[in-house]
């Protein structure tokens, strides 16, 4: 994966901004959104989020494993920058290192009287920007 588009998925990801969803689909096709903005990137590979909440997002995950963080961010409509991090789920934990490094997370946030249910361990399988979409002038 290129270099930069990792950097700029740990700074926004880890950001925590509240425009941070996570896009799922169950097996039947069924989409669903959630804001998701408890997170953090803790390597090149490995995203760890905070799940307090999400119920219809924990179901599509546990059936097919897949999802697609977005960070956007506008400016008054006139410009919009971001990044969508296609992830695979690889562990649930109610309990270990990461719970704890999450929980901690959580804690200094406005979600801090919610209790935490799980912490979901995401594997990265490729990062994009938000636009693949190039300007007239950069043809």
């Known amino acids: 994966m290129d270099r930069q588009l990792i950097e700029k998925a740990r700074e926004l990801l880890n950001a925590n901004y509240i425009s941070t969803t996570l896009s799922t689909v169950d097996r ?8 998701i903005s408890v997170l953090e990137m803790i390597d090149d590979d490995i ?11 924990y179901a599509n995950l546990l059936e097919t494993r897949k999802g697609v963080f977005l960070v956007l961010l506008t400016d008054n409509e006139k410009t919009k920058d ?10 649930d934990q109610q309990e270990g290192p990461y719970f704890d490094r999450i929980e901690q997370r959580l804690q200094g946030t406005r979600y801090s009287s919610f209790e935490l249910k799980n912490c979901l361990v995401f594997k990265i399988t490729d ?7 190039k300007k007239a002038s950069q043809e």
């Open 82 to 91: 971001g990044i969508r991090v296609y992830v695979e789920l690889v562990e």
């Open 28 to 35: 039947d096709y069924n989409c669903n959104v959630a804001v």
């Open 47 to 57: 995203i760890i989020a905070a799940r307090f909440g999400a119920d219809r997002t």
């Open 127 to 133: 990062i994009l920007p938000v636009s693949l979409l």
